[in-house]
């Protein structure tokens, strides 16, 4: 069965520090993968999606940027995080029905 | 571009009591529906899903969900809730070509559930 893995689960970070969470789906091959914000009051935010190896959409301007190095890796990063990056990050892949599957997530504080 | 409205922020039950969460989003064309749960503590979860045929679907724990289509609406219903129900719940869209990768989610509806 397929199982999506994120790390790390919480992480505390200084204004102007930089970032970088994982994500890793295992069970599948050639997913659609996706990370999200989730804010509290405001539900989740799409920051990013990649269809394969390489192929980022964003679709937010922001401080973030994300990568995948790996047919199942997919990397959030900023060089200079911000108090506004401070939320909760998921990272979802997609079934050939369209169906999203979430990861655990990752708290980030940003102080 | 899409959006989904989701009504109540915050809605707080008795158990046994019937619940109703809107949710409208907008788009013209053909759309994918989805609820998705969280309880405390726990990943964001499917809890059902509109893809096509009968507007009226049933999903896990009891609760079903009707597509109409006129009104632009996918309310999540569930006849009697329970404590365990207390949980937040999200609509989210999945609409159109361009779109056909990504799901807008609503904002969420936190439901409280007292004994």
């Known amino acids: 069965s397929q199982t999506i893995h994120q790390w790390p689960a919480t992480l505390v970070q200084p204004v102007g520090s930089p970032l970088s969470l994982e994500c890793t789906v295992e069970?599948?091959?050639?997913?659609?993968l996706y990370w999200y914000r989730q804010a509290a009051g405001r539900g989740l935010q799409l920051l990013f999606y990649?269809?394969?190896?390489?192929?980022i959409s964003s679709e937010v301007p922001q401080n973030l940027s994300a990568s995948r190095p790996q047919d199942r890796q997919f990397i959030l990063s900023s060089k200079k995080l911000l108090l506004s990056d401070s939320g909760f990050y998921l990272c979802?892949?997609?079934?050939?029905?369209?169906?999203?599957?979430f990861g655990p997530g990752t708290r980030l504080t940003v102080l | 571009a899409q959006s989904v409205s989701q009504h109540n922020h915050h809605v707080i039950l008795s158990e046994a009591a019937s619940l109703e969460l809107g949710c409208n989003y907008s788009?013209?064309?053909?759309?994918?529906l989805f609820w998705y749960v969280q309880y405390p503590g726990q990943h964001l979860q499917l809890l059902l899903k509109?893809?096509?045929?009968?507007?009226l679907v049933k999903g896990i724990k009891g609760f079903e969900a009707e597509f109409i289509k006129s009104k632009f609406s996918f309310n999540l219903r569930k006849p009697s809730v329970q404590w365990s129900d207390t949980a937040e719940y999200f609509c989210?869209?999945?609409?159109?070509?361009?779109?056909?990768?990504?799901?807008?989610f609503g904002a969420g509806t936190r439901l409280a559930v007292h004994p």
């Open positions: 788009y013209g064309g053909t759309v994918n």
């Open positions: 990649s269809v394969g190896i390489g192929q």
């Open positions: 069970g599948t091959s050639n997913p659609n």
């Open positions: 509109y893809f096509s045929g009968d507007p």
């Open positions: 989210a869209v999945n609409a159109g070509r361009s779109g056909y990768n990504k799901l807008i």
């Open positions: 979802a892949w997609r079934t050939g029905g369209n169906e999203q599957f």
